[in-house]
């Protein structure tokens, strides 16, 4: 049966445990938590040295799995099993035999990261039957900056619009290496500071406030040429830390959605959320495609689009032999503004 990542945790909270957890998919962030949840706080440490045992699928067979499953427990009522890193498991189908009859005194773990099982298999078949099954999908790009402020939101801090945006341009959507630099961040937070701000990020986890992908977009969404002109010039001087063809992907994903937001039908160009949810927004920084959108008509935004391929292949030497990217990137600025 097919559980949520709340709904798991809770039930494990409450000692409620089933014989098998299959957890999968490509977002490994919550497969590892829940592991670790189960590998901490379903034995007491007196029982763990004889009652747990971690496999790891490239080390392991499916025999071993179930020989260990098999055992039963010494001196407790319960042992745990946790295999990971299941995906580099070979012949995890054969895994079925076990699935199909486990044993109530064993808590079998198996921790499949970055893909999912075939449905059509009879394995997937028993695991819905006769397991706890967790899907984890990667979560989407534009919903990142919603998912850091509910995360920093549960640690009893807050952030700024600005600052979940910035942290999800510069970080991406791993989830690990997100929760890893806001640890580090709420451990250099001044005690009475307890909204994160750009200037925080700035100053500890060395993402500059002033110079980004992020507010080259905003630059360019207010025509402020002085300001995305210092942009550029910085990346200029910088091309290490701001390659090309990473700052064409955040301007094409940027133009591209203003281009969409002229598409919308008005009624949704009336309700925030229904123009983010369409977009593929988060909605605290629909105000700046909307502004953006007034700046550009759909002709320039076509031609905008087109500049943004023929630099991204200029960039990677086509057509291009001596050019450098910093003047490359000047070229491609100027002509979206003028």
């Known amino acids: ?31 590892d938590k829940i592991t670790s949840y189960i590998q901490e706080n379903v034995l007491a440490e007196a029982e763990k040295s004889f009652n747990q045992t971690i496999l790891y699928g490239k080390d392991t067979s499916v025999e071993e799995v179930i020989n260990t499953a098999k055992r039963f427990p010494m001196m407790s009522n319960l042992q745990v099993v946790i295999v990971k890193e299941a995906q580099n498991l070979k012949n995890i189908n054969e895994l079925k035999h076990y699935i199909a009859n486990p044993q109530k005194s064993t808590l079998l773990v ?8 075939d449905k059509r298999t009879k394995l997937f078949k028993l695991i819905k039957d006769h397991a706890v099954v ?17 995360y920093i939101e549960s640690k009893e801090k807050k ?34 500071e307890h909204t994160i701000t750009p200037n925080h990020i700035e100053k500890n986890i060395g993402i500059s406030k002033d110079y980004n992908a992020f507010e080259l977009n905003k630059a360019l ?3 402020d040429i002085l300001k995305a ?7 200029g001087k910088n091309p290490n830390e701001h390659a090309m063809p990473k700052i064409i992907g955040s301007l094409y994903y940027f133009f591209s959605k203003v281009l969409g937001y002229h598409f919308l039908e008005e009624k949704d160009k009336k309700d925030k959320y229904s123009a983010a949810s369409k977009l593929k927004l988060y909605p605290g920084m629909l105000w700046q495609y909307q502004n953006a959108a007034k700046k550009y008509d759909r002709g320039k935004l076509a031609r905008i689009i087109s500049y943004l391929r023929e630099y991204d292949t200029k960039s990677k030497g086509v057509n291009n032999t001596s050019t450098p990217s910093g003047e490359l990137l000047q070229e491609l600025i100027f002509k979206i503004l003028h």
Request: a positive charge; glycine letters at 2%.
């Open 1 to 31: 049966m097919e559980y949520k990542y709340n709904e798991i945790i809770s039930e494990l909270k409450k000692k409620i445990y089933k014989p098998v957890y299959f957890l999968q998919g490509e977002e490994p962030y919550f497969i």
């Open 110 to 117: 198996v921790n499949y990261k970055y893909k999912t099982l």
């Open 134 to 150: 967790f899907n984890s999908p990667k979560i989407q790009d534009h919903k990142i900056p919603a998912w850091i402020t509910k």
């Open 159 to 192: 952030i700024t619009s600005d600052a979940s945006v910035l942290l999800a341009e510069y970080l991406g959507n791993d989830l690990n290496k997100i929760t890893h630099e806001l640890e580090k961040l709420f451990l250099t937070l001044p005690q009475n």
């Open 221 to 223: 969404a207010d025509k």
């Open 229 to 235: 002109n210092r942009i550029i010039k910085h990346f």
